[in-house]
């Protein structure tokens, strides 16, 4: 099934990563999206934004760090592309002088994701 943005039926997505997202969510607060990250997940609730962000340490060792970013703290949103690849898979966020590279699998996510995000910050 595909959601309101072009992902997977947020139910469906939401059983596959109950474990991680659902601790999280604070009282009042809902889920509104899921999309599916290369290979991790980005959700959207009416309050906030939640995705796994990747750090690598100065040993090569891959860490993970869960951000949460209230939509009135990000300051704009792009897609990145890469030269000589005509794939847009990745949406930056700009917050509070930070930026978050989040990766999608599909071209099509990035492009829903950055609608959805467009919409929650305006």
């Given at each position: 099934m595909v959601g309101p943005f072009g992902t997977k039926d947020v139910e469906t997505l939401k059983v596959k990563w109950v474990e991680k997202?659902?601790?999280?969510?604070?009282?009042?607060?809902?889920?509104?999206?899921?999309?599916?990250?290369?290979?991790?997940?980005?959700?959207?609730?009416?309050?906030?934004?939640?995705?796994?962000d990747k750090k690598i340490d100065i040993a090569n060792v891959t860490g993970h760090e869960l951000i949460f970013i209230k939509y009135d703290k990000i300051d704009s949103v792009?897609?990145?592309?890469?030269?000589?690849?005509?794939?847009?898979?990745?949406?930056?966020?700009?917050?509070?002088?930070?930026?978050?590279?989040?990766?999608?699998?599909?071209?099509?996510?990035?492009?829903?994701?950055?609608?959805?995000i467009s919409v929650k910050i305006n």
């Open positions: 997202i659902d601790k999280f969510i604070i009282e009042g607060e809902k889920i509104e999206n899921i999309f599916e990250l290369d290979p991790d997940f980005a959700v959207m609730t009416n309050k906030r934004l939640i995705f796994l792009a897609i990145e592309k890469l030269v000589g690849v005509f794939k847009f898979n990745k949406a930056v966020i700009y917050c509070g002088g930070h930026k978050h590279l989040i990766k999608f699998a599909k071209e099509e996510d990035t492009i829903s994701f950055i609608k959805a």
